[in-house]
């Protein structure tokens, strides 16, 4: 059964940083696209970054510069470094994987998703 964990959330101020990281079991995800995803409450998800396989990465507007992606496939792990962060960061954060070739920045499009993990920034 596939499954994909989310870890590394918690309670940070303003300006620091923190790495979320996505262990994948069940399955080789090597070959798939990998996303991170988010939700405040009383929000909708919304992306905020994708890499395909290969490597290619995209970001949303409001994090490009503070966030970046990255992919272990021989870990099967998937990462989101987090730096500057803002209180308009605070969300559970998910991590997903889709079969589309590409960048995928449409939740619709990922096969495979995480429970989340919280991310909340205040001072």
């Known amino acids: 059964q596939e499954q994909l964990v989310e870890s590394g959330g918690g309670l940070v101020q303003p300006g620091a940083s923190l790495r979320l990281s996505c262990a994948a079991s069940g399955r080789r995800f090597s070959g798939y696209a990998m996303g991170w995803f988010r939700q405040a409450p009383g929000k909708d998800r919304e992306f905020v970054a994708t890499?395909?396989?290969?490597?290619?990465?995209y970001y949303a507007d409001s994090v490009k510069g503070r966030f970046s992606i990255s992919r272990d496939d021989a870990k099967n792990t998937l990462y989101l470094q987090m730096n500057t962060l803002l209180s308009e960061d605070s969300a559970v954060y998910y991590c997903a994987a889709s079969r589309t070739v590409g960048l995928v920045t449409d939740a619709r499009d990922y096969d495979f998703w995480g429970q989340g993990t919280q991310v909340t920034v205040s001072s």
């Open positions: 890499m395909r396989y290969g490597g290619d990465e």
